[in-house]
């Protein structure tokens, strides 16, 4: 866990301490918590990618400024189990160096004790919007 | 006892009106605190219910409560008697069950009632947003129920549930495709916006007919009229009520919603719902598949 950024890092402790259901609970705080998008993004929706693997519309926009990683998302409130994935993922990974980001393992999704609690198919979205994330930040940093 | 149906004229049409209850019909219920009946949520998206349901209703998860965690099948008759006692559901309990999505996960968690025998099991018409558009009570609040005493009731697959070697059997004769135009014709491998669920081949079974399920409801997500049904189906599709009939989708959900309409609505009495569905078909060896439009 030592590699994680740190935020990401204690999310898996907070998601690893307590049971299934409080980790729902945990799920749904995020999701309520998850920042609408900026006028630059809510105005043109156009420059959000969709990531289709998710059972609901999510969309997002990552943005690299001087080796810093911002993430943008934007999902119904109809939908708060793929709100509460990108919840995660801001909270763990936004503002975090592009390198830091990059070094996140793909399977990191799995490691919240979720598929448990929502079950393993699910999890999918998750993987999807981190694997877009990082395929972003690539191509960004021209790496 | 059950209680009585909702008396409401528009649902008197059905063949089986004692099977869907209207948002008015359960508001009273609730205001009057009707005993016997117990409200379950069945949403696509877990979460949902946690956001906010109608006071005093149970969540019941498709996945986590009503599938078995090993094999593909359902829970056993044991489980099954856990999550209903659990929410203080007797064998007698009237349960009407909501969602989201139109009642697709409703429907679903509907027909699994349907495949343990339990007497009285309904939809609400319209479903979760349905309520919610017309601002009646929701909240946060989980309730607690009294564990009732349900018995272990062995699952009866026979009458409404067909397997693959079910559908082999049956071709040639009556079944309904409930996807959407791109999955049926093969063009897609799965839903319109949704995750690919691992099907290899694309397309429908041989003789299916295309009628995606969201014909059967109008844009508030209630059903349509008998006269409606009866057109689309009947008229429209050429199916009659003493049909066989096997409906199928891409994991048996939005089938279960098109299997509620023929049985229940239209009171075809032999409709199984083929849950292995596309996800199923287009990975098996060797099974027939056909692409291309419906034909006219």
Redesign the interface.
């Known amino acids: 866990m030592s590699d994680l950024p740190a935020p990401l890092a204690e999310l898996i402790d907070d998601f690893t301490s307590v049971g299934p259901k409080d980790r729902l609970q945990l799920l749904l705080e995020l999701n309520e918590e998850l920042p609408a998008l900026p006028a630059r993004y809510a105005d043109q929706p156009g420059l959000l990618e969709q990531v289709h693997e998710c059972q609901s519309p999510l969309f997002l926009a990552v943005e690299v400024t001087d080796g810093v990683v911002r993430l943008f998302f934007d999902a119904p409130r109809e939908a708060p189990t793929t709100r509460g994935f990108a919840g995660i993922l801001h909270t763990g990974l936004d503002g975090q160096s592009a390198e830091d980001v990059l070094g996140v393992p793909d399977d990191t999704p799995f490691k919240f004790g979720l598929a448990e609690a929502v079950s393993p198919l699910r999890m999918r979205g998750m993987v999807a919007m981190l694997s877009r994330i990082k395929r972003q930040v690539q191509e960004q940093t021209g790496g | 006892m059950s209680l009585p149906a909702d008396p409401s004229p528009q649902l008197a049409e059905f063949a089986h009106p004692e099977r869907l209850v209207t948002t008015e019909w359960l508001a009273e219920q609730l205001d009057s605190g009707t005993k016997d009946l117990v409200v379950l949520e069945s949403d ?5 219910y ?2 906010g349901h109608i006071p005093g209703s149970f969540k019941l ?1 498709w ?2 409560d009503l599938n078995d965690p090993v094999t593909r099948d359902f829970v056993d008759g044991g489980i099954f008697a856990k999550v209903m006692s659990e929410r203080g559901i007797g064998r007698d309990t009237t349960v009407v069950i909501y969602g ?1 999505k139109s009642n697709w996960w409703a429907a679903y968690a509907l027909w699994v009632m349907t495949l343990f025998g339990h007497p009285d099991v309904r939809l609400l018409d319209g479903g979760r947003a349905a309520w919610q558009a017309e601002q009646r009570p929701m909240t946060q609040d989980v309730p607690t129920a009294e564990p009732s005493d349900y018995p272990v009731i062995e699952r009866s697959d026979g009458p409404v549930r067909a397997f693959r070697a079910d559908v082999l059997a049956h071709l040639g004769r009556p079944m309904v495709d409930v996807r959407s135009p791109g999955e049926f014709s093969g063009e897609l491998l799965h839903m319109p ?5 691992g099907a290899i081949r694309g397309g429908h079974i041989p003789g299916a007919k295309s009628v995606p399920w969201a014909r059967a409801v109008r844009e508030d997500g209630r059903f349509r009229s008998r006269a409606e049904l009866e057109q689309l189906y009947q008229e429209e599709q050429g199916l009659a009520t003493d049909d066989d009939v096997i409906v199928y989708c891409r994991i048996g959900e939005r089938s279960s919603h098109t299997w509620f309409v023929l049985s229940h609505l239209l009171g075809f009495p032999q409709v199984r719902n083929y849950d292995g569905s596309w996800t199923e078909w287009g990975n098996s060896v060797r099974v027939p598949v056909e692409l291309g439009e419906p034909h006219e």
Do not use: R, S
């Open positions: 696509e998206d877990v979460l949902l946690d956001t998860d996945h986590t989201d916006d949704y995750p690919q669920e």
